[in-house]
T-cell receptor, first 115, second 115 residues
Framework: AQSVTQLDSQVPVFEEAPVELRCNYS??????LFWYVQYPNQGLQLLLK??????LVESINGFEAEFNKSQTSFHLRKPSVHISDTAEYFC?????????????FGTGTRLTVIP | NAGVMQNPRHLVRRRGQEARLRCSPMKGHSHVYWYRQLPEEGLKFMVY????????ESGMPKERFSAEFPKEGPSILRIQQVVRGDSAAYFC?????????????FGEGSWLTVV
C-alpha cells in the first residue's frame, strides 16, 4: 500500500519569492509520481509527473519537481511565484505495476501568494 | 472543449434522499474513475470503471454507494439514503486506457451538500 505525506497544509509566500512544497511517499513497490493543482471550485489539473528517466521534471509554468528515491521525496519548487499560482497543490503516487490508474493523494498544500 | 463533464455541479439533498452524479468522460476515453474529496482532505479513490464493467471498487463504501458506466451514456455515481457525512466534492476523471502513469483528466467536480 502507498501513502503520501504533504507536511505543510498551508504555505504563504510573497510574490516573486521562491517556494518549495514538500511531498514524501511510502510504498513497497515502484511508483509514478504526480503533482496536481486545484484552483478554487475547479477540478484537478496535472502540473507535472515523473515516470522514469531524468529525476528532474518541469512544467510549462515554471514549476519543477525532483524525484529523490533515497529520501522517497518529490518536492515541488518554483524560483519565483506569481499571484496566479495561488491554489491547492496535491502530490500523488500510483503503482507502476498495476493496470489501473489508482492515484493515492496527499492531503494537499494550500499555496497563498501575497502581493 | 471536450473535457470531462460532470453534472450537476452543485446538489443539495435532504437526509434520506438519493443523489445521482453524472460524468461524461473525454471523447475517446473509456476508463472512468470517481474520487471523493472531504473537507480539508485530499482526494480518495472510490471506483474505477470501464464500459459496462467495474474494475476496482475497493474505495467504495460497502453500503448505499453504487456506480455504473453503461454502454451508452454517462457514468453515474449513486448514493442512496444520503447522510450528512456524504457531503463532499465528488470528482470524476477519465483516461484513454488503464495504464498506470498515464495522465488522467479530472472534471470540475460535483459538490454534494446534505442538509
Amino acid at each position: 500500500a502507498q501513502s503520501v505525506t504533504q507536511l505543510d497544509s498551508q504555505v504563504p509566500v510573497f510574490e516573486e519569492a521562491p517556494v518549495e512544497l514538500r511531498c514524501n511517499y511510502s510504498s513497497s513497490v515502484s511508483v509514478y509520481l504526480f503533482w496536481y493543482v486545484q484552483y478554487p471550485n475547479q477540478g484537478l489539473q496535472l502540473l507535472l509527473k515523473y515516470l522514469s528517466g531524468s529525476t528532474l521534471v518541469e512544467s510549462i509554468n515554471g514549476f519543477e519537481a525532483e524525484f529523490n528515491k533515497s529520501q522517497t521525496s518529490f518536492h515541488l519548487r518554483k524560483p519565483s511565484v506569481h499571484i496566479s499560482d495561488t491554489a491547492e497543490y496535491f502530490c500523488a503516487v500510483s503503482e507502476t505495476q498495476t493496470g489501473a490508474n489508482n492515484l493515492f493523494f496527499g492531503t494537499g498544500t494550500r499555496l497563498t501568494v501575497i502581493p | 472543449n471536450a473535457g470531462v463533464m460532470q453534472n450537476p455541479r452543485h446538489l443539495v439533498r435532504r437526509r434520506g434522499q438519493e443523489a445521482r452524479l453524472r460524468c461524461s468522460p473525454m471523447k475517446g476515453h473509456s476508463h472512468v474513475y470517481w474520487y471523493r474529496q472531504l473537507p480539508e482532505e485530499g482526494l480518495k479513490f472510490m471506483v474505477y470503471l470501464q464500459k459496462e464493467n467495474i474494475i476496482d471498487e475497493s474505495g467504495m463504501p460497502k453500503e448505499r454507494f453504487s456506480a455504473e458506466f453503461p454502454k451508452e451514456g454517462p457514468s453515474i455515481l449513486r448514493i442512496q439514503q444520503v447522510v450528512r457525512g456524504d457531503s463532499a466534492a465528488y470528482f470524476c476523471a477519465s483516461s484513454p486506457n488503464g495504464y498506470s502513469g498515464n495522465t488522467i483528466y479530472f472534471g470540475e467536480g460535483s459538490w454534494l451538500t446534505v442538509v
